[in-house]
């Protein structure tokens, strides 16, 4: 996308631009090519390639840049221009009040996920019991994005988050170390299938869209994110199917299975894990309203062997 030329200095005359300047003048770009949080995401790229935090990015607001400020800062906004995800070009993502990496092999985690650790810590903390030992596994885990949370808040937790993709669990346990969280463990499979013990919780936000519907999503998450982290099969349901064959008989009696629901699929997903044995509660919403997370507990009487 061409830059109009008094919106952006051109490199060897930008002495007079200033930080403030090339911010209003980069979120007025990102408006006019239709992006939403035009001015986050111009303040996010100038502090990133300027390395000031939010508070020291505003403090030098007058200040002028230099012309290799002002074309490293350029180089950022044209990937967002090309509607890479502004955490894929700083390489983090910030999610329950973490930081954690993310790259080409992970999801960005979103917002309406956290609503996944919510419905699981109210889940597991019916009578006070988050301060006691809990067997945490994070199906799917990405990025370690809902193992991590968790384990974030349960102190006594232990955890296991699985991926298939080799990538994806180099991240999380990098994250892992980086949060200086030591008890997670992370096992190379698909979804459950390498798992053997039984878990108090079990989480998964798996793939959900529909094969058909990948290629109508925003162009941020359609050429960016993992396809395989996206494609749910033809009706978006297969992971589900795969998580009520096999999380019954790994959850232990009185346990909870919380899942990220994607757009009616509230209704199917209920059936599918009623039917595997558990009992669904009607789904926690996220904030924008959505259906969002689908708890279902297996009865304090189960055995694993009828389970």
Wanted: net charge neutral.
């Amino acid at each position: 996308m061409p830059i109009a030329d008094n919106a952006v200095p051109a490199r060897g005359r930008s002495a007079a631009f200033t930080i403030t300047g090339a911010r209003r003048a980069w979120a007025e770009k990102f408006r006019a090519a239709g992006i939403e949080s035009a001015e986050l995401d111009a303040r996010i790229l100038i502090g990133h390639a300027l390395a000031l935090d939010h508070a020291a990015l505003a403090a030098a607001g007058a200040r002028s840049l230099g012309a290799e400020e002002s074309a490293a800062i350029e180089a950022l906004a044209r990937r967002r221009l090309a509607r890479e995800p502004v955490a894929r070009i700083v390489g983090y993502k910030e999610f329950w009040s973490l930081r954690l990496a993310v790259d080409a092999a992970t999801l960005v985690p979103r917002p309406e996920t956290e609503t996944v650790v919510e419905a699981a810590l109210a889940a597991i903390g019916v009578g006070g019991t988050l301060s006691r030992t809990l067997r945490i596994a994070d199906l799917g885990t990405g990025s370690g994005a809902l193992l991590l949370a968790l384990l974030a808040e349960l102190p006594n937790a232990f955890g296991v988050g699985t991926d298939i993709s080799a990538g994806a669990l180099r991240v999380a346990r990098a994250n892992a170390r980086c949060l200086g969280i030591h008890s997670a463990s992370f096992v190379a499979c698909d979804l459950a299938t390498a798992l053997g013990a039984t878990f108090d919780l079990i989480v998964s936000n798996p793939p959900y869209i529909a094969s058909a519907d990948i290629a109508a999503l925003a162009p941020d998450v359609r050429n960016f994110d993992p396809h395989a982290a996206l494609d749910g099969g033809i009706d978006g349901l297969h992971c589900y199917r795969a998580i009520a064959a096999t999380v019954p008989a790994l959850l232990a009696p009185g346990g909870a299975l919380v899942v990220e629901l994607g757009g009616a699929q509230a209704l199917p997903v209920t059936a599918l894990f009623a039917a595997s044995g558990l009992a669904p509660a009607p789904p926690r919403p996220d904030l924008g309203g959505a259906p969002r997370a689908l708890v279902a507990t297996k009865a304090q009487w189960a055995s694993q062997k009828g389970a």
